[in-house]
């Protein structure tokens, strides 16, 4: 569907809603609605109403996208959702998401190189493979390729062909049929998925990923992590890439370490086996550089960690 389309689309089930909620709403606000967001190239707005048309439809808010109380929250994430996962069928999954530019790629390169070798040290199965997301390309999957970070065997690309969120929330088939398909051809049982660069608000979803990385980085600015939204909020690990830019772009670290600690405080359901039931506990924030090698060690912890947790639970079950 094209942007006009889902626009289109989504403002008339807006606009119905709202008719059947209050039927002093009349066709003519309805016309109205409908060419404003044919006409727009941008997000509509059903708020850009005139004053006039706003008080005949005597509704004070408008939104055509979800109504969230707040940019989110940590202790929502689902805990119980490696229960009832067949990793036979699907490798365990790692999705990595954030804003164009930010080192998704870059990280997932690097990744390739340092998780096999630290699945042997484990004695676990020590094949990997990548799903990668682009909106009409294949760039990043080449990327891996010209950077042999993995055999093609062990790639997969997915073009989205629109909103590279869709691929990985509203609809992931493509990715699950991408990523069960590896898992069958080459044996790996642990597998990441790259999304395509998005905003705050592209977080995956519970079906597709069984551990988020959240990536952004300081020359997007300082202010970034108390932005919020899922995948700021919600994801396992946020990663705060580029540090070493930070004096080049003016971006504080102690003030988005703050930032980051802040949004994501919450309460934890026994996510780990030192933690109680209860406790107030902040999601793990990585500063990193993938350039300068900086805080990598950590997140393949972080990635290990919940693999290991996630298959043995799996097993007792």
Avoid at 160 to 175: S, V
Avoid at 232 to 243: A, H
Wanted: aromatic share 6%; charged share 25%.
């Amino acid at each position: 569907m094209t942007m006009i389309g889902c626009i289109a689309s989504n403002t008339m089930k807006t606009t119905m809603t709202m008719m059947n909620n209050n039927n002093k709403i009349g066709f003519g606000i309805y016309n109205t609605i409908i060419k404003r967001s044919l006409s727009s190239s941008s997000s509509f707005v059903l708020g850009s109403l005139s004053k006039q048309e706003r008080a005949r439809s005597n509704i004070s808010n408008y939104r055509t996208h979800y109504s969230y109380h707040g940019p989110g929250r940590y202790e929502d994430l689902n805990s119980t959702r490696w229960k009832e996962r067949d990793f036979r069928h699907r490798g365990f999954t790692v999705g990595i998401g954030g804003p164009v530019g930010s080192g998704k790629t870059a990280l997932v390169e690097q990744l390739c190189h340092l998780l096999p070798k630290e699945l042997s040290k484990l004695g676990e199965n020590n094949s990997i493979a990548v799903v990668t997301n682009d909106i009409f390309t294949q760039e990043d999957k080449e990327y891996l390729l010209r950077h042999e970070a993995l055999p093609a065997t062990h790639l997969r690309a997915v073009e989205t062909g629109g909103c590279p969120h869709a691929a990985i929330r509203e609809d992931c088939t493509a990715n699950l049929r991408a990523l069960e398909e590896l898992t069958k051809e080459t044996s790996s049982r642990l597998l990441l998925c790259e999304s395509g660069g998005d905003n705050l608000a592209a977080n995956f979803s519970s079906e597709l990923a069984d551990l988020t990385l959240y990536v952004i980085d300081v020359a997007g600015g300082d202010k970034i992590p108390r932005k919020g939204g899922p995948g700021i909020t919600q994801s396992d690990v946020l990663c705060i890439n580029k540090i070493d830019l930070a004096d080049a772009v003016g971006a504080d670290l102690t003030v988005m370490k703050h930032d980051a600690e802040r949004m994501r405080g919450g309460h934890t359901h026994s996510r780990n086996d030192d933690e109680k039931e209860g406790e107030v506990v902040v999601a793990p924030t990585v500063f990193m550089s993938v350039k300068e090698r900086t805080g990598l060690d950590t997140v393949v912890q972080h990635i290990l960690t919940n693999y290991q947790r996630a298959t043995m639970e799996n097993i007792s079950e």
